[in-house]
């Protein structure tokens, strides 16, 4: 059974005060059977690093694919891990749209996350014309093909299908939209990789969600900055 993940990504938004509700969070999820990770800006790693949390593990947002060098303003694979970062999200669509990450750059940072032993979460997903013009599943397919490098595990990667038009859009994908991908995704990586939904998930609707036999977790924005919206669809996981 492939392993269940409630994953938060906080993009850029929190300051150090901020971390109080990855505590809650951390004080929420204790005695739950999936695993939670928040995916913090960079700048608050560190100082999560250092606090008294037992269940919630960290992740970064995105590295850089070079262990160190003259990229300035860039985040290394190496320094997320030394910060106390566990996983890292790559190739996430914001990424792919304001920085113009292409599939070969996701590739990159996979194997780099890799190197420096983080888990890589890797997003994929379609954007509203590519969905209407019928082309989501090749799409995909496409993304996979271009951004995994040899030698996938389950223990080092995790894809989440986060269809472009449902980020932070209130617009979930339905039930069946989410089951197709989903199948279609268990079918191309084997039975044990996790795969995760994102995409305005939210306590309302993530049951529903978790319900499809393909859907292992989510990836959640929005609703993972505090702990009385992150918690209850963490809950609905570990239900599930
Ligand atoms: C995301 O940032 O990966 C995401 C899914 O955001 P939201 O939950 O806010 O749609």
Redesign the pocket.
């Known amino acids: 059974m492939p392993q269940k993940y409630a994953a938060g ?1 906080w ?1 850029m938004n929190g300051l150090v005060s901020d971390l109080t509700e990855v505590l809650e969070i951390d004080k929420g999820v204790a005695g739950l059977s999936c695993k939670t990770i928040i995916c913090l800006p960079a700048t608050l790693i560190y100082a999560a690093d250092g606090d008294p949390r037992q269940h919630v593990e960290i992740g970064g947002q995105c590295c850089h694919s070079a262990p160190s060098g003259a990229h300035t303003g860039d985040v290394s694979a190496e320094m997320l891990f030394e910060a106390g970062a566990t996983y890292v999200i790559v190739g ?1 669509s ?1 990424r792919r749209a304001d920085h113009g990450e292409t599939d070969s750059d996701v590739r990159a940072q996979v194997g780099a996350a890799w190197r420096a032993g983080l888990v890589a979460i890797l ?1 994929i997903g379609e954007t509203l014309e590519q969905r209407e013009a019928g082309e989501t599943l090749s799409v995909l397919m496409g993304q996979l093909d271009g951004s995994l490098p040899e030698g996938v595990t389950p223990e080092a990667l995790i894809v ?1 299908y ?1 269809p472009v038009w ?4 209130g617009k979930v994908a339905t039930p069946e939209q989410v089951a197709e991908v989903h199948d279609a995704l268990r079918e191309k990586l084997g039975p044990e990789i996790s795969l995760l939904y ?4 939210k306590a309302a609707n993530a049951a529903e969600l978790f319900a499809l036999t393909n859907v292992d977790g989510a ?5 993972s900055l505090k702990a009385a919206d992150f918690v209850p669809i963490v809950k609905a996981l570990s239900d599930s």
């Open positions: 990504n993009k996430h914001e997003c989440a986060e449902a980020i932070g859009t994102g995409g305005s998930v990836l959640v924005g929005g609703a």
